[in-house]
Every structure is written in structure tokens, then in C-alpha cells.
């Protein structure tokens, strides 16, 4: 059954309140069960395992994607098997909901994991204990709970993004629960098909493991290129500076393709500009103008690679992507008014009608407050935080979750790390301490992470008619699992009682080097960040204002994502390449497969989600099984 949605006209040009009448009248689905005892534990156990797809999808590109697809469809076909052998019922599709809800939040809490805290314990070399990182994981995580509640009315009852992980849920969900059953299970074995395929293929990168086998011919390539390169005895360079060192390289990365294909084909143009320009282009001549630094490897060969750019070139791309949403949440001031009308004691024209399902406003109220203050403490007594500046990072997480909440609706990847960037830069002028540094940073950045990532959960509870405030009680119980599933695996397989060891070539870190990085430039003076790089910020900012402008007079049929673009910045080229050919195949996939009767229109575009959904998962946990096999054997 299609899923009752406003046209692009209506969004345009009702008010908020035209748009929620709409919603109950012709959506919501009333008392339907929602939050139920058998929602909450299957969520909770789904997502604690799916939650460490994101562990290693994380350790590989610095950055997490959503789990709630994959989730949806397991429980569905679980709960189909134990309703034919009378073991139990069947979810409701409202059940369903709440209970992706739980699981992709389970998936989005590992953010620290691979930012914040491993570069912290990087720069002390010390290991957090466990139980600290799990405290401090939780806390920061509900308070990002309770950051989205005015944030939900603008972006998803009023301007109805995307939100592209969360609305594809909605339309998986919706087709399992009101297709017949053969549908529902064709789906859960098209996801179980391409996870085992994706998983397959990830071992087959296992050189080592192979190679103990003795099946090392059957390895995959790292590079596709490579070999061509090695026949040629010769590698391109741009500017002096060979292809590979500028991350320009094409790896069988099929897990991103995944992911790009779940962003569409907008985002994965925009990624692929900004891969040009900032590797192609802008990185070259920087490099050869020797604002870029490189490190003399073991070979007396002097080396750049991801990292070594980045550190230049994330000031352009976080500046992009902050002014570009600055931008777009000040075009609608009225939206501003309108979340904070109660709080400000201000009159509404009109009665709320959506009072009694929205969440109530006197839980942020009283919520951000506490929990901040239990942030505060922590950051105090855990990571020596005064608690001074811990107080001044509080407000700035609400600025951060409107910038972190606007690059989710368009892209569902959320700069997390690029945020925390700018925490970093305000807090260099207050505080000398490179710890200070660091906490302060994941406070705004992975809260501001987390506000935006409940509202990804929101998105289909909307479309399908349910109950926010359900599903933010799910999300809180996703925050339990997820801790206590991914802190003992991280621990155990990739940190082992060595900071220093946690960065390889095979899980390099990125967001956490980064994040390392940035707070040794910063703490010694912004006297030593290359002049280059405070223009590319300038102009990054620039360049965000106006392709805003542009969407804006054009009614939002400008091409090019300012957000998108700059994401291509503080990511490797190979993977804003393969996120390309991934929205690139299933576009083209949409545009020649067209008849119903084709079995590649059945599976590529009819189930672009669940095939997506299965190599994601099927590729990320044979990452963490190897990982986890790797240290056990070892």
C-alpha cells in the first residue's frame, strides 16, 4: 500500500498547521501497539549486534551509518517463522517501528568509539576503563535525546525531509506489513542473499587469512588498479604527487557502494565534485605549494594520504557544510518561534492538534538541564574538565544539532567529527589542554550526533502514523544495548590495552586521528595552521551560503548539495567514489529497468533497501568477525 505522503507543492506552501491536521487526520494510526515488552527486547538484542556494523564501518571511514532497514526485515521474518510454528504473533507494523527505532540506536551510539574517546586515549596514552566509557557514552547520548525534541516539528512535520535511511525504513516496513507474506519473506531473503555475498567478498579481502589457508589466489585486490599500475611501471601523478597518495584509487568497496545507494543519486553527484576538487585539484597544488605535509616513510619515500589532507582540508569542508546549514535554518525564523512558543510563554494563533502525541515540551525543559548537568560532572571528574567550560559547551550543542540534523536529512551521514572541529577551534582560545580540547568537542559533537540521528528514527514513525514519544523511550533503551554491546567487542579486538595500537593501515581511524590532530594544531596556536587553510574556510563558507541561495530561489531543484559537497572533504576519495557508483547504479538501475515483470526491477529498484541493507550488514560484521578472530588466534 503507498504510503500517504503531501506533494512537493503542499510542502512548499502549507503552514504547519495545515500539514499537521493532514497528518492526523490521514496518518496517524491512533492506539495501535507501539512500545511493547517484545518491541523493546528484540530491538535491544537486534541492534546490539547490528550496532557493531557500525564499530567497524566507523574504525574504517570515520564516520556510521543507520541499521534500522536491516533490523526491520530480521524481525519480521523472525516473528513470521514463530507465528507459523505457533510460537507467537506477528509484529504490527507499529511494533516494527519502535522497534528499528531501538536498534538503529543502538547503531549510532558507538560514535565515540571511533572519535572522541579513542583520541583522547590516544594523546593520554591511557585506557579509559570500561565502565567510565560506558557512563560517559550513555549520558552524552541522552542528552542528544532530549536536544531533538524542538527540532522535529521543523524538519519533519513542516519541510518533510528525507531523511534517507529512516524513509526507507518507513517504505520497507510498510510493504512488509501490508504486502502478502511471500512478499514479506522475498524480501528478508534478497537482505540474507546479499549479506551472505557481501560477507563473502569482505573475507576474500582477508589476505592474511588467506594466505594461511593457502587460498591467497583467491584474494581480492585492495586496489583495482594496482595491477595495472605494476604492468605499466608507472603510477599517475597530479601536480608530482602519485594517484594513490591523493586517495584517488578504485577499491572494490562494496559496503560504501551500499551506502551510496541508499543516499541517491543527488548526494552521490555532490560527494563526487567535492572528491574532485579537494583530491584532484585543491590537494595537489597545496601539496606542491607545501601547506600539506608529508611523513618519510620506512622506504626514504615521502608520503601524504588521507590523513596528512585532511588536516588541511577539513576547515574547508566543515565550513561549508556549517554555513550552508546556518543558512537554511534561518531562512524560516517563523520555524524558530514557533519550537520555542510555549517555552517563551508566548500565545499560539491556534490549538495544537498534534498536543497529545508530540512530545511535550517540559521534558526538554527539565531534561536538558539534569542531563547536561550529569555531562558536565563526568567531563569533570573523569576527563578534568573544568567545569566552567563544560557548562559553556551545553548551548553550544543546540547550534550544532540544527547543522547535524540538516546534513542527516539529506545525506544520513552526520558530520559528527567535522562539528566537533569547530568545538575544538572555540575551545583552543579557553583552554591550553589538549584533554579539554577533545571532551569539550564530543560533548557538542557526538550530542549534536545523537539529536540528529532521533530524528532519523522519527522519520518513519511519522510516515506510518505512530508515536514520536514512543519512539524516544525506544531510543534510550537502544542506547543501553548498544553500549553494552560494542564497548566489550572494542575493547577486546581493536584496543587491547594499547592506545597507540589502535590505528592500522586496515582500520586506519580516521575521525579519531583527525580529531587528534586538530587538538595538537590548536593547543599550540592558530599561528601554525597554514594560511591556505583559513581561506579554504572562508571560501568553503562562502560557497555554502550560496548554493543555499540557489536552492532557495530555485524552490530546491538546485543540483548540488553544499552539505553533500562538503562531506567530500573530510572523507577518502575512494569512498566518496564508490558512494557515487553506488547511487549511480541504482539510478541507473531506476531509469532502464521499468517493467513490472522484470526480475531486475524486482530486486535492484523495488528492493533498492533491502539490498543496500544486507551488504552493509553482511560486509561490516565479517569485518568485525576477522577482527575478532584476528586477536583471539593471535
Known amino acids: 500500500m503507498a504510503i500517504k505522503q503531501l506533494t512537493d507543492e503542499q510542502v512548499r506552501t502549507w503552514t504547519i498547521d495545515q500539514k499537521d491536521r493532514w497528518w492526523l487526520e ?274 626514504g619515500v615521502l608520503t601524504f594520504g588521507f590523513r596528512r589532507i585532511t588536516t588541511w582540508a577539513l576547515w574547508g569542508g566543515v565550513a561549508m557544510m556549517t554555513t550552508a546549514s546556518i543558512f537554511a535554518f534561518l531562512s524560516k525564523p517563523q520555524m524558530i518561534v514557533s519550537a520555542f512558543a510555549g517555552l517563551l510563554g508566548g500565545r499560539k494563533t491556534q490549538e495544537d492538534c498534534l498536543k497529545h502525541v508530540e512530545l511535550p515540551m517540559w521534558v526538554f525543559v527539565i531534561g536538558i538541564p539534569l542531563i547536561g548537568g550529569a555531562v558536565v560532572a563526568l567531563a569533570h571528574i573523569f576527563f578534568g574538565v573544568a567545569i566552567w567550560l563544560g557548562v559553556i559547551a551545553i548551548p553550544l550543542v543546540f547550534l550544532f544539532a540544527i547543522i547535524a540534523a540538516h546534513s542527516t536529512a539529506l545525506t544520513s551521514i552526520t558530520p559528527t567529527g567535522a562539528l566537533g572541529k569547530l568545538t575544538q577551534l572555540t575551545f583552543a582560545g579557553l583552554s591550553p589542554s589538549m584533554t579539554t580540547n577533545i571532551i569539550t568537542a564530543s560533548i557538542t559533537g557526538e550530542v549534536a550526533g545523537n539529536s540528529s540521528n532521533l530524528l532519523m528514527d522519527i522519520k518513519p514513525g511519522y510516515m506510518l502514523g505512530g508515536k514520536p514519544r514512543h519512539q524516544a523511550i525506544g531510543h534510550v533503551l537502544g542506547i543501553l544495548a548498544g553500549a553494552a554491546a560494542c564497548v566489550p567487542v572494542f575493547y577486546f579486538a581493536f584496543l587491547k590495552g594499547n592506545p597507540q595500537g589502535l590505528v592500522s593501515e586496515q582500520y586506519p581511524m580516521p575521525a579519531a586521528t583527525i580529531w587528534k590532530a586538530v587538538a595538537e594544531i590548536l593547543t599550540r596556536g592558530l599561528s601554525e595552521l597554514p594560511p591556505t587553510a583559513l581561506w579554504a574556510a572562508a571560501i568553503g563558507g562562502t560557497i555554502g551560503i550560496l548554493f543555499e541561495v540557489f536552492k532557495l530561489v530555485s524552490k530546491g531543484r538546485f543540483p548540488i548539495s553544499a552539505v553533500g559537497m562538503g562531506l567530500a572533504f573530510v572523507i577518502p576519495f575512494t569512498t566518496c567514489f564508490a558512494m557515487f557508483f553506488g547511487s549511480f547504479f541504482f539510478w541507473l538501475a531506476e531509469s532502464l529497468w521499468k517493467r513490472d515483470d522484470s526480475t531486475l526491477k524486482r530486486v535492484f529498484v523495488d528492493n533498492l533497501e533491502p539490498v543496500c541493507a544486507g551488504v552493509i550488514a553482511g560486509g561490516a560484521l565479517m569485518g568485525i568477525a576477522v577482527a575478532i578472530y584476528t586477536v583471539a588466534a593471535g
Open 26 to 299: 490521514n496518518v496517524y494510526r491512533g492506539n495501535m501497539p507501539q512500545l511493547t515488552l517484545r518491541s523493546a527486547i528484540s530491538g535491544m538484542l537486534i541492534g546490539g549486534i547490528l550496532s557493531l556494523t557500525n564499530l567497524y564501518v566507523g574504525m574504517k571511514t570515520g564516520w556510521t551509518l543507520g541499521v534500522g532497514i536491516t533490523s526491520v526485515i530480521v524481525a519480521f521474518a523472525m516473528f513470521k517463522v514463530m507465528t507459523t510454528v505457533g510460537l507467537g504473533e506477528e509484529f504490527t507494523l507499529l511494533e516494527n517501528n519502535c522497534m528499528q527505532s531501538i536498534a538503529t540506536a543502538a547503531g549510532y551510539m558507538t560514535s565515540p568509539l571511533i572519535a572522541s574517546l579513542a583520541a583522547y586515549m590516544m594523546i593520554t596514552d591511557r585506557v579509559v576503563p570500561w565502565h567510565v566509557t560506558v557512563m560517559w557514552m550513555i549520558a552524552i547520548s541522552v542528552l542528544g535525546v532530549l536536544f531533538a525534541f524542538p527540532l522535529k516539528r521543523r524538519f519533519i512535520n513542516d519541510e518533510q525531509h528525507q531523511f534517507p535511511e529512516g524513509r526507507a525504513a518507513g517504505i520497507v516496513m510498510d510493504a512488509l506489513h501490508t504486502s502478502d507474506a511471500g512478499e514479506g519473506l522475498f524480501k528478508a531473503k534478497i537482505l540474507a542473499v546479499c549479506g551472505v555475498s557481501s560477507a563473502l567478498l569482505e573475507f576474500l579481502k582477508q589476505g592474511d587469512i588467506l594466505r594461511h589457508l593457502h587460498m591467497a589466489f583467491l584474494q581480492i585486490p585492495e586496489a583495482l588498479e594496482a595491477g595495472i599500475y605494476h604492468l605499466m611501471h608507472w603510477t599517475p601523478r597530479i601536480s608530482g604527487t602519485p594517484l594513490p597518495q591523493l586517495t584517488v584509487s578504485l577499491e572494490p568497496d562494496h559496503v560504501m557502494m551500499a551506502a551510496g545507494g541508499l543516499m541517491g543519486i543527488r548526494t552521490g553527484v555532490s560527494l563526487l565534485i567535492g572528491a574532485i576538487v579537494n583530491y584532484c585539484i585543491l590537494a595537489p597544488l597545496v601539496i606542491k605549494y607545501g601547506d600539506i605535509f608529508g611523513v618519510v616513510n620506512d622506504a
